[in-house]
């Protein structure tokens, strides 16, 4: 089982459309989650942190359940610019001596068309 | 934002030379990564830096090494370059992962013929 699964799509959806992906991590003992996206033949860019109590950044809605272990990212109001790839990013602290080597497992990622 | 800057951008190599790619930054941050893209396998991580002279392995560390130096510079190098290792290989670095994340370089692109 991959340590962070999403659903790699691809989404195809309109204009003003509210989109949601969802992300599932195996490791209980993780930390910390994000949402990235990643742009054609560029570098992932961090979107938003993803906190337990949830957040939301705009448009973006970001939830975490951890008991379920699940992650999930809302689009409202889709932009043609909201088209990339949306990587789940999940922080599982590492070291010896209480040091964290902060290693971060990426999720394949989902892609989205945004569509006029 | 943040000063990291990766190079060369693009190469291509001939199998069995070997290569390396550089990753600078300017954030003097403690901790700095190497990450290979892939179609189908997403982002792996080669090896990383906790600090000067400081480095493990990876999921996907073998064929490759790494030495930093200097807290600016982070170097991935390709032993001799197998057609395997053609990728986009990304350097990241972060100033406190639990709040920031990642900051990814713009990424190398390599190819071996």
């Keep these: 089982r991959k340590e962070v699964e999403q659903d790699p799509g691809p989404f195809n959806v309109p204009e003003g459309a509210t989109v949601a992906f969802n992300c599932t991590y195996s490791n209980s003992a993780s930390q910390s989650f994000f949402w990235y996206r990643q742009d054609c033949r560029k570098e992932p860019k961090l979107l938003m942190s993803v906190y337990s109590s949830g957040n939301e950044d705009g448009r973006f809605t970001a939830q975490l359940n951890r008991a379920s272990q699940y992650i999930s990212l809302l689009i409202r109001d889709s932009k043609l610019s909201d088209s990339a790839t949306y990587l789940c990013v999940v922080n599982t602290a590492e070291g010896a001596g209480g040091t964290s080597y902060g290693k971060l497992t990426f999720g394949q990622g989902t892609i989205l068309t945004v569509h006029p | ?113």
């Design chain 2, 1 to 113: 934002d943040a000063g990291i800057t990766q190079s060369p951008r693009h190469k291509v190599t001939e199998t069995g030379t070997p290569v390396t790619l550089r990753c600078h930054q300017t954030e003097n941050h403690r901790y700095m990564y190497w990450y290979r893209q892939d179609p189908g396998h997403g982002l792996r991580l080669i090896h990383y830096s906790y600090g000067v002279k400081d480095t493990d392995k990876g999921e996907v560390s073998d064929g490759y090494s790494v030495s930093r130096s200097k807290t600016e510079d982070f170097l991935l190098t390709l032993e001799s370059a197998t057609s395997s290792q053609t990728s986009v290989y990304f350097c990241a670095i972060t100033g406190g992962l639990q709040i920031y994340g990642y900051t990814f370089g713009s990424g190398t692109r390599l190819t071996v013929v």
